[in-house]
């Protein structure tokens, strides 16, 4: 079992930039792919990106490709993701996750899941 605390969430304007990080307990951090997923008002929880075992392979959505970069430290337990160029649609609660099987955009494909941290972008 893992446990994720995500962190660095906040306000920011239009054009800005924020960086998430998701520290996992346990020491079998590696063993998971990580993703990030995020859940605007009223809407279902969505993709954002997610990185392989060794950080070798990342997916993103079409969304937040090249604007956000998914990255992770083993050694550390945590799985960041930097968000450039923040729009309002950013918006939104920001969840990281951990699975045990292939990189997934579903989050039925997750197992373990944070709490989240809201980022709100204004315009």
């Known amino acids: 079992q893992v446990q994720l605390v995500e962190s660095g969430g906040g306000l920011v304007q239009a054009g800005g930039s924020l960086r998430l990080s998701c520290a996992a307990s346990?020491?079998?951090?590696?063993?998971?792919?990580m993703g990030w997923f995020r859940q605007a008002p009223g809407k279902e929880r969505e993709f954002v990106a997610a990185i392989s075992r060794n950080g070798g392979r990342t997916n993103y959505a079409d969304s937040v490709k090249d604007r956000f970069t998914i990255s992770r430290d083993n050694a550390k337990n945590t799985v960041y993701l930097q968000m450039n160029n923040l729009k309002p649609e950013d918006t939104a609660v920001y969840y990281c996750a951990a699975s045990s099987g292939t990189i997934a955009v579903v989050t039925r494909e997750y197992r373990y899941w944070g709490q989240g941290t809201q980022v709100t972008v204004s315009s």
């Open positions: 346990g020491r079998t951090f590696s063993t998971y792919v």
